[in-house]
């Protein structure tokens, strides 16, 4: 099995900067993408951003240029840079990694989520 664990995320003022981090553990033979969900209240899970193995990464329209996420191959982690927040952005944040712990079979596994909230 696989655990993600996140950190970070939190209370910030509009136009302000979070960070929230997930690391990756346990039977892991190898880690495909890595990326951030979001839900706010009311809403359906949508995707954020996501990075490949190799590094490229794809962006929701809706944060384009603000976010920056980035990984750690070594230590099997991803974070979530967010800057220029705006109270729309609130919602909570979940990891999600898409690992394999046989080199055969693939899964994609989430983290528990963590608060992002933007006060106006």
């Known amino acids: 099995q696989v655990q993600l664990v996140e950190s970070g995320g939190g209370l910030v003022q509009a136009g302000g900067s979070l960070r929230v981090s997930c690391a990756a553990s346990?039977?892991?033979?190898?880690?495909?993408?890595m990326g951030w969900y979001r839900q706010a209240p009311g809403k359906q899970r949508e995707l954020v951003a996501t990075?490949?193995?190799?590094?490229?990464?794809n962006y929701a329209d809706s944060v384009m240029g603000r976010f920056t996420i980035s990984r750690d191959n070594a230590k099997n982690t991803v974070n979530l840079q967010m800057n220029s927040l705006k109270p729309e952005d609130t919602a909570i944040y979940y990891c999600?990694?898409?690992?394999?712990?046989?080199?055969?079979?693939?899964?994609?596994?989430w983290g528990q989520g963590t608060q992002v909230t933007v006060s106006a």
């Open positions: 999600a990694v898409t690992a394999s712990t046989s080199g055969i079979a693939w899964s994609t596994y």
């Open positions: 346990g039977s892991i033979f190898r880690i495909n993408a």
């Open positions: 990075i490949s193995s190799g590094g490229g990464a």
